[in-house]
């Protein structure tokens, strides 16, 4: 019989992607922002540590696989379709609303956007028509908890694995047949596209994880070799600047995304508590907002004089990360303050 992870009386490792999720959230957020510092092209470095800043993509693959495997007990604990709605709306929308408001207001009020521009940013809608690159995440998010419920219900019906694959396939071959058909139209949605499939395994993981089911060490070890594998060959073969690549890039994440969400559980369980992972589980408490509002903060660094004089991985993260990750925890603060002398 195969050995089999277990933590106390709970079997498996996909149970103890529950018990971490907060901590992964927190460590997807560092991925996301690490990421996202490639954006600025640092003259002057090495092209080797931007290749590095790349990976950090793969971030968003496990905030999906995440969300994929909460939102089966947000849908367990809600009972129906739409008490599961009204719970994801006050999720995502309120901070959405706040922070985007704050950034397109200002570009509103700047003349770099019109009235309909603004009311399209604010309604998620503008990445479905091939703008709005800023928020989306959002649009793709509230896209897959709209289609939730009929997941959940194919999940839990008869042979509901399998006909979750088969689902992935169409998607799989529908998307092979609009990128080789419609190129331009596939590449205006390739992130979303192509992470659709890590949100559906996050599906089946959360059913498992319900039902404490186990997973073998080896499938670590699988996900690990397969990564690298993938992106070897990317690195060999590959054109960096073709469509293929960008498409193949971002699928790579897969593994990557498994990898990260099965090994971090192995290594919390024999690390003692401790300052960073207290830290990291904060980070994760707040991950959609500080997410959302590092995208401000890079637009105002790029409008900054020091954007041009001083563009380097120190300026990023003291007028981006910071800023972003302080002023999130304080409104948080302020928010839970209110709220306790409220009860009180």
């Known amino acids: 019989m195969r050995e089999r992870v277990t933590y106390g009386d709970k079997s498996g490792n996909a149970r103890l992607i529950g018990e971490s999720r907060q901590e992964l959230f927190g460590i997807a957020t560092v991925l996301v922002l690490i990421v996202h510092a490639d954006t600025y092209n640092w003259a002057g470095y090495p092209g080797f540590l931007l290749k590095i800043c790349t990976l950090g993509s793969i971030g968003v693959d496990v905030f999906l696989l995440l969300s994929g495997i909460g939102l089966y007990y947000s849908m367990k604990k809600c009972g129906n379709v739409i008490t599961f709605y009204k719970h994801r709306i006050r999720r995502i929308i309120p901070s959405f609303l706040l922070i985007a408001g704050v950034l397109y207001g200002f570009m509103f009020l700047n003349q770099q956007l019109s009235f309909g521009q603004f009311l399209l940013h604010m309604s998620t809608l503008y990445w479905w028509m091939g703008e709005g690159a800023l928020e989306w995440y959002v649009s793709f998010i509230m896209l897959c908890y709209l289609i939730y419920p009929l997941l959940y219900r194919v999940l839990n019906g008869r042979h509901g694995v399998k006909k979750i694959i088969l689902i992935a396939g169409i998607i799989l071959i529908s ?134 004089r001083h563009n380097s991985p120190m300026a990023y993260l003291l007028f981006v990360v910071l800023p972003s990750v302080l002023v999130v925890l304080l409104g948080r603060y302020v928010y839970l303050s209110y709220n306790k002398k409220k009860v009180t």
């Open 175 to 308: 998307e092979i047949y609009l990128f080789a058909n419609f190129p331009a139209v596939f590449m205006r949605y390739d992130g979303g596209l192509t992470r659709i499939f890590i949100f559906l395994i996050g599906t089946v993981l959360g059913k498992r994880e319900y039902e404490g089911k186990g997973y073998q060490l080896w499938n670590v070890f699988i996900y690990g070799v397969l990564f690298v594998l993938v992106r070897g060959a990317l690195i060999v073969y590959a054109d960096p600047q073709s469509d293929l690549y960008t498409v193949l890039h971002h699928l790579s994440y897969i593994p990557g995304a498994l990898f990260i969400a099965e090994i971090f559980p192995l290594i919390r369980s024999v690390i003692p508590e401790n300052p960073v992972r207290h830290a990291i589980e904060v980070l994760g408490s707040v991950s959609l907002e500080v997410y959302l509002v590092h995208d401000i903060y890079i637009e105002i660094f790029k409008a900054l004089p020091i954007y041009q």
